[in-house]
């Protein structure tokens, strides 16, 4: 049975994600970072590459175990703000551990020694931030997400600041998640959920952490496993004020658009992508509203303040004002009487980040 999903690229070009810094060199099948416009357009379900169908478990006659799901067939009504339900990504593939039991592994390495001894323990304390929330994969606790270090040792032989799949490690499982450091840079990259490739594609997961905080491991983490930002999700203006102009480098990007002869710069460096980008205002990216019909949303219960996935009110502010008073901040919560409240740092995810797992990671019961 071959399962076969074609999605649209200009589809693609309207969930945007996480990170402020310019994508690393392109991939045939990566996003580039949090920002997806690069996005190719081709994604296919399981049993299609030779180098990752060895990830998926079958059942001897071909069929999926129980319970099987992939991730665009689920009730787009449910969980969080992701590119799961939409079907532009995957949850990582289901394999059998060593214990016999079904489970959604999320493959990581480092690309080097350096690379692990910076950012081993974050990395590992990240994951426990989830795991705290999650409790172990099992029956009881819902979900089968593990995560597991497969590097062998490392991600590539010969890490040169640059991905490139001819130094490949031999050994470490190609769709691995590569995980690196680029300090002094601020931010964080990384691919959003899992994507099949039609060729092995070594490198084309990745996450780049720009320090070693463990809370900003654990929201690309978030991303990792398929979380979009929750306030850029389609609806987030009924509950959160974005103010663009209060963002570092608006009114820079703005004079350059006015010198360019450009018209409606303030409602395009804010709303389009490619316009902000344009003009060096590329933190826009990161808040610009996404399209219902490409992501999904809570349900009924509305937006999550508590999401490892939103950012905190003074994240690039301009304003040093929105230390003390969120009017002057980019992003903020909308007050019942009118005043703004602050966005305050999750450095945990929240029982909806928690919900979203249980979701798209459902535990499988044994065959
Ligand atoms: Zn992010």
Redesign the pocket.
Known sequence: MKLTIFIVAAAAALLS???AAAPPPGQQTATGT?NLNTTTSTVEGPNITSSDAASFIFLPDGRFPPNFTFGGMLDPNLGSHDALSAGMRYAWPMIRDDCGRFVRRVKYCFVNEDNKTALRHTFKEAIKSWRQELGEPSAESGHNLQFKDVGNPYCYANWQNERNPENWQDGTDVDALAVRIERGTGS?YGTLGYQFALESAPGRHYMVLGDDHVGRAA??I??VLGLA?EHQRSDRDQYIEFRCNKLKGFSDAKKRAEQAAEFDVDYKLCNYQDFAIKYGFNIAT?YTRGLGYLTTHDGADGFDYKSI?IYLSWESADDVRCRLNAEHCPLAKKGETGISAFVPFNERPSSRDVAFVRQFYRWVPQP
């Open positions: 994600v996480a990170m949090d964080a929201h690309e978030g991303h930002h990161q996935m």
